[in-house]
């Protein structure tokens, strides 16, 4: 049973990513989990400077769910390479940088510094946060913008494949990933999370300290599914997908879908150990199923004529 696949020339051992803004820098997982289980996961957020994030509350559960609104929380990208990045780069596992600014120089910067340090495999830009109260979704939802930062993005950095991941709060997916490839990106993933709202009815207030959040867990993965087959139709580069992924079947859907690598997120809020469970799961689908690699799963559904 081989599990392996290769994403925007990387080899990574199995599809399975832990996403970033759900798995913290990863060193926090280590004596939660194998990180050298995983085919590799992506880091929180880093910005030019620090940031605090926004008021609490940050995180409501819903129905079938949660709504987020963390404000890309972290500690910046220098703290980051001189902290965090040395003991990550010790690992086996693919490690990937999730990357955010509030301007096309923003996200340049933080990419040049990353560029200089050891120990990462690629990078996420992170253009569709729907928490932030300026920039992130706004590069995501106009398709000139979009090509605008990714393609000086692309510019700043030739180290390492460049993932753009996108937002599903757009009327067009496929016309933002083909913006995001035709400026560079070498993969795209998606979907981050949809602008969402909690209510306290007796105080008649948002229950978000930020007043909106991102909805994310099973709740949006038919959606999900639907973005990530259309992306797939839509450029060539690879496909990650993410949205309410908890089990082996689900990671199984999004590949047949069109997703090379799948991102694991919300799950782990409530088990920190579904990443590595789902490397499992997802080998036992496979066995049922009689196919004996991961690759071929990648686009092989079949649409009801």
Same mark, same amino acid.
């Given at each position: 049973?081989?599990?392996? @696949?290769?994403?925007?020339? @990387?080899? $990574? ?32 957020? $880093?910005?030019? %400077?620090?940031? %605090? ?18 404000? /890309? ?17 010790? $690992?086996? *596992? ?10 096309? !120089? ?7 510094? =990353? ?16 928490? *932030? ?17 990714? !393609? ?5 950095? &030739? ?13 067009? @997916? ?6 995001? %490839?035709?400026?560079?990106?070498? +993969? ?9 709202? +909690?209510?306290? /009815? ?28 259309? *992306? +797939?139709?839509?450029? &060539? ?5 993410? !949205?309410? @992924? +908890?089990? !082996? ?6 590949? =047949? ?28 689908? $496979? ?14 559904? %079949?649409?009801?004529?």
């Amino acid at each position: 049973m081989n599990l392996e @696949i290769h994403l925007a020339g @990387i080899r $990574l051992k199995n599809p399975i990513l832990a996403a970033s803004g759900t798995f913290g820098y990863g060193l926090e997982f280590a004596t939660i989990l194998d990180l050298n289980s995983l085919g590799g996961f992506v880091v929180k957020g $880093l910005s030019r %400077e620090p940031i %605090e994030g926004n008021q609490p509350p940050r995180v409501i559960e819903t129905a079938a769910g949660m709504l987020n609104s963390i404000g /890309l929380q972290n500690v910046g990208v220098r703290a980051f390479i001189r902290d965090k990045l040395p003991r990550l780069a010790q $690992l086996e *596992t693919a490690v990937f940088a999730n990357v955010f600014g509030y301007t096309p !120089g923003d996200y340049v910067e933080v990419l040049r510094a =990353l560029e200089d340090a050891e120990g990462l495999a690629g990078y996420e830009l992170n253009v569709s946060c729907p928490n *932030t109260k300026h920039g992130g979704m706004q590069f995501a939802s106009d398709a000139g913008l979009l090509g605008e930062v990714v !393609g000086l993005a692309r510019k700043a950095v &030739s180290r390492r494949p460049l993932i753009v991941k996108l937002s599903p709060n757009v009327s067009s @997916i496929a016309e933002m990933a083909r913006a995001a %490839e035709e400026a560079g990106a070498d +993969a795209i993933s998606l979907v981050n999370t949809f602008v969402g709202m +909690a209510v306290d /009815l007796r105080q008649r207030r948002p229950r978000l300290g930020g007043n909106f959040g991102g909805l994310s867990g099973p709740a949006i993965k038919p959606i999900a599914l639907r973005m990530v087959y259309e *992306t +797939a139709q839509a450029v &060539s580069v690879p496909v990650i997908g993410l !949205g309410g @992924i +908890a089990n !082996g079947e689900d990671v199984a859907e999004f590949m =047949l879908c069109g997703a090379t690598a799948v991102q694991v997120g919300t799950a782990t809020f409530w088990d920190p150990s579904t990443p590595q469970r789902l490397v499992g799961e997802f080998r036992q689908v $496979l066995e049922r199923e009689n196919v004996a690699s991961a690759r071929e799963l990648t686009g092989a559904l %079949e649409l009801n004529r």
